[in-house]
């Protein structure tokens, strides 16, 4: 690999230029090369994994939406796109759905019979409400909440973090609603160190590989925002000690899986190393 810089400037300078641009490829290379390695061992290391559908992330149906299925004659009778949330309440009301390319219907939550990861059901078509009927849902469903980087702040002055309306869940049977806040370092040196981790951590075993710990995903029910402004959201003051204490029991947490991946590790290799010497104790 040879490139040649020609700018007028003296040829020592021009080699440094080039030393440190080659260099920059073999570590991008590398380190690429390290995290393909890592996630496809995390897949297979998860593999078969099917945890139970808990909470239903508000993404999955923009993205997709879910199908609504008549049970009195099995069929599908409308698409949900997107929920209707209360702030008031902390909890979807119901859904904006369409049972046509142009016909716009609502969904009331409390008609939905189940709802789960691949659809919704209802007991009939009749469970799909025209828009005029349902002045108070469609007053909530103008409040679509679609924007992905606002900055979350108590009504105390301080911020928690960010979070994007995308990514909230919702619990589908009791509606409940909780935001997620997204907080992470933003530092320079914070970056570097979150890389390094990244690819240091290939040579644990891979029961130690968890969330980066610079880097944390919190919960908060949707009853603790006060106010929300475009790119804003006030918060009670009490969603700090909240976000405080799952922050503590995520670093404990992940402390507890390295300690214990460590001493798995330490005592594999002390059965290898008996193997290989022939001692049994």
């Not at 300078?13 to 090369?33: D, N």
């Not at 997107?82 to 969904?107: E, N, Q």
């Not at 919704?120 to 078509?125: G, P």
């Not at 009791?174 to 806040?181: A, C, K, M, T, W």
Request: charged share 25%; net charge positive; aromatic share 8%.
């Amino acid at each position: 690999m040879n490139f040649h810089f020609d700018f007028g400037i003296p040829w020592f300078l021009g080699s440094c230029v080039e030393a440190l641009f080659e260099l920059g490829i073999i570590l991008a290379a590398v380190t690429g090369g390290v995290f393909a390695i890592k996630r496809t061992m995390i897949a297979w290391r998860d593999r078969g994994d099917h945890p139970a559908v808990s909470m239903i992330c508000r993404e999955n149906l923009l993205e997709r939406g879910l199908p609504i299925l008549s049970l009195s004659d099995a069929k599908k009778v409308g698409q949900a796109r997107d929920v209707i949330l209360d702030l008031a309440s902390g909890r979807v009301v119901g859904f904006r759905a369409k049972s046509g390319p142009f016909t716009h219907r609502i969904l009331r939550f409390d008609q939905a019979k189940a709802i789960g990861p691949d659809a919704i059901t209802v007991e009939s078509a009749a469970s799909l409400l025209d828009p005029p009927t349902t002045p108070e849902l469609v007053a909530l469903a103008g409040e679509r909440y679609r924007r992905t980087d606002c900055r979350v702040v108590t009504e105390g002055g301080t911020e928690l973090g960010q979070l994007s309306w995308r990514d909230l869940r919702f619990d589908p049977v009791s509606g409940e609603v909780q935001i997620v806040l997204k907080v992470q370092g933003s530092s320079f040196i914070t970056y570097v160190i979150d890389l390094l981790l990244d690819v240091v951590s290939i040579f644990q075993p891979l029961d130690a590989w968890s969330n980066n710990p610079w880097h944390f995903e919190l919960h908060l029910p949707l009853t603790t925002v006060l106010k929300v402004n475009r790119n804003l959201v006030i918060v009670r003051v009490q969603a700090e000690a909240d976000c405080w204490d799952q922050r503590q029991a995520t670093v404990n947490e992940q402390q507890e899986r390295l300690k214990n991946a460590r001493e798995r590790f330490r005592l594999t290799l002390a059965r290898v190393w008996r193997r290989l010497t022939g001692k049994t104790r």
